[in-house]
Antibody, heavy 120, light 110 residues
Framework: QVQLVESGGGMVQPGGSLRLSCAASGFTFSTYNMHWVRQAPGKGLEWVAFIRHDESDKTYADSVKGRFTISRDNSKNTVHLQMNNLRVEDTALFYC?????????????WGQGTMVIVSS | QTVVTQEPSFSVSLGGTVTLTCGLSSGSVSTIKYPSWYQQTPGQAPRMLIYNTNSRSSGVPDRFSGSLLGNKAALTITGAQADDESDYYCALYMGSAIWVFGGGTKLTVL
């Protein structure tokens, strides 16, 4: 079955960096677009970033543009989120999400998330 | 900046029917926004219920349905069950590979 396992979260000081990873299995990873979505403690969902299956398109929420970079390695079935210049307001649970695919539009399968805490 | 709007909270009687909506602060929601709906229970990852306005995700009970209602997207739960008590989020595709979530609706089943 489809599985997404995030890692790389932790505590970091403001201005610091973290690199999140998501290991995918159970589907043909190289043919699916992927997303990162975050959820601050007690708050709602916020879409963060998108990467097309062939890396031909990468997009970001305005709140992270210029600081976060999404990438993928189709040979290793992984997607990454490099987060630089982190702010206190970036504290959140970060979810890796498989796009619905097949010409449909939806954030189909979610991992369990990895927690990022930005604090001095 | 476009904001996706949802009712902050809603309640429904056990066995009753409820319709949650998803709108835009500016403009209308139509099929080209590809509205999708997600259910999240406390401590769990979200689960997609509906995509492409009205397509039900695999394994989702048919008491959940999606539609357009006026200038909004809508999620209707017919015959609400106790375990439908959750937070519900909609997401809209804004074009250019950008998505925006609504603020979520906390549904209480009485």
């Amino acid at each position: 079955q489809v599985q997404l396992v995030e890692s790389g979260g932790g505590m970091v000081q403001p201005g610091g960096s973290l690199r999140l990873s998501c290991a995918a299995s159970g589907f043909t990873f190289s043919t699916y677009n992927m997303h990162w979505v975050r959820q601050a403690p007690g708050k709602g969902l916020e879409w963060v970033a998108f990467i097309r299956h062939d890396e031909s398109d990468k997009t970001y929420a305005d709140s992270v543009k210029g600081r976060f970079t999404i990438s993928r390695d189709n040979s290793k079935n992984t997607v990454h989120l490099q987060m630089n210049n982190l702010r206190v307001e970036d504290t959140a649970l970060f979810y890796c999400v498989k796009d619905q695919g097949g010409g449909s539009c939806g954030l189909g399968i979610w991992g369990q998330g990895t927690m990022v805490i930005v604090s001095s | 900046q476009t904001v996706v709007t949802q009712e902050p909270s809603f309640s429904v009687s056990l066995g009753g029917t409820v319709t949650l909506t998803c709108g835009l602060s500016s403009g209308s929601v139509s099929t080209i926004k590809y509205p999708s709906w997600y259910q999240q229970t406390p401590g769990q990852a979200p689960r997609m219920l509906i995509y492409n306005t009205n397509s039900r995700s695999s394994g989702v009970p048919d008491r959940f349905s999606g539609s357009l209602l006026g200038n909004k997207a809508a999620l209707t739960i017919t015959g609400a069950q106790a375990d439908d008590e959750s937070d519900y989020y909609c997401a809209l595709y804004m074009g250019s590979a950008i998505w925006v979530f609504g603020g979520g609706t906390k549904l209480t089943v009485l």
